[in-house]
């Protein structure tokens, strides 16, 4: 079989990655029993390829049309889902999944909370200036994704918490005591709520509603934990990550029985137009966040102005 690398952002709070969309594909590729090495890539941040998943001159990053896990169906690598993609009610459920529980979750970690989850996961290897500001500003633009205004806040707040604690119920019910959630065998729907879950239960703080909403469900803990002791705490080679932090040189470490293979792949990978933008935006990734700081630093503080005056004007 190929040996595959995932790349993905940064691990911390005691998972693999502590990405919501890394950590769906990590648990798919495991459930698919698809070898692969965990790299990191702590240059980009904000990059939406990240992740992505690598072979030689194969790779397949996170904003292709359909994303990495249909790539991988798509290209005959790991397809758990084709007896259930017929299904309605697993169409239904997986939907939900991927809003209803995937909302209050990007909620709580840029909006909900006081943002020391996503700062961790995301932006803590960045100089503190670029961070902040990195953080700031996907936080207005979740605000702007979940139609959150000065007005709407509480009514929309109430809104993703009601369908998030709906989702955990109809996710319990539907569970009981199975190991998996249709058919007692994976599909990617337990990979994407599997990672949603291990991040509401050890990622996010403990005054989260969120975290607490799901705790009031004991057998959705239990699955999380259970399935994250056997293919995250077992130990097996894959969970073992390196480091790299220049993704124009994005392939794997590999021990000296592969390495002869690294140099007929190396040279090819750079020539190609993805491992160029890459080249090009190490350039000048400092210098465009920088220049960013600024402009949306006096962005802030007259937003900042305005949401005091309006507050004032609420509590009169």
Known sequence: MEDYTLVARKSCFGLPTACPSCLTVYFYLKFAKVPFRLDFNLTYPDSDKIPYIESGEYVIYNNEKGGIIERLKEDRIADLDTEFH????????????????????????????????????YYSDLPWPIGKILFYKKFYTVKQQLGITNDSAEKV?????????????????????????????PSSLDAVFLGQALITLQALPETSVLQSKLLEHENLVK???????????????????????????????????????????????????????????ARYFLTAQLVSVVLFVTLLSRVDEADVEVDDGEYE
Not at 161 to 168: E, N
Not at 227 to 237: A, M, R, T
Not at 260 to 281: L, V, W, Y
């Open 157 to 185: 707040e109430e809104h993703i918490y009601r369908r998030a604690s709906l989702a955990f119920g109809a996710l319990s019910r539907r569970l009981e005591e199975q190991k998996f959630l249709f058919e007692d065998r």
């Open 223 to 281: 699955y999380a934990d259970r399935l994250k002791v056997e293919f995250v705490d077992s130990g097996s080679p894959s969970s073992v990550p390196n480091f790299h932090r220049n993704s124009s040189s994005a392939a794997p470490r590999r021990g000296p029985s592969n390495s002869s293979s690294k140099p007929k792949s190396k040279p090819k990978r750079e020539e190609t137009k993805e491992e160029k933008s890459f080249k090009r935006r």
């Open 86 to 121: 017929t299904i309605p009610e697993w169409i239904s459920t997986k939907a939900m999944i991927s809003s209803w529980i995937s909302d209050a979750l990007t909620y709580e970690l840029w909006v909900g909370t006081d943002g020391c989850s996503a700062k961790e996961i």
